[in-house]
């Protein structure tokens, strides 16, 4: 992994891209503070055992943050979205007549 810092960074910017196509990371420095890496992109689509492996690759790359509560129920995120011709104010409605009942 290369350290480099904003002014080395900008006067061979070109240089340290092609470093990074060959596969090494670069983390740029503003004085002695880390603020930023450059690293390659991962080549062709990326073979996951399961989700869970899937998600663990997204947190990692700051993608996706974990949620606050895991066991919080999400199951409304598997329900359909309410009919293209309803009106927003429609389906708010049927929403909140759905949690009284």
Do not use: C
């Not at 960074?9 to 740029?28: D, T, Y």
């Not at 690293?39 to 990692?60: C, H, I, V, W």
């Amino acid at each position: 992994m290369l350290h480099v810092k904003i002014g080395q960074l900008k006067n061979g910017l070109s240089a340290f891209l092609r470093k990074v196509r060959a596969g090494e990371s670069v983390v740029i420095y503003d004085r002695d503070t880390p603020i930023a890496r450059i690293e390659p992109m991962p080549t062709g689509p990326q073979k996951f055992k399961n989700e869970d492996e899937r998600l663990a690759s997204l947190y990692a790359r700051g993608v996706l943050r974990p949620p606050k509560n895991p066991n919080a129920d999400l199951s409304f995120l598997l329900e359909p979205p309410p009919k293209a011709d309803a009106s927003v104010l429609e389906a708010l409605l049927e929403e909140r007549r759905e949690d009284w009942r």
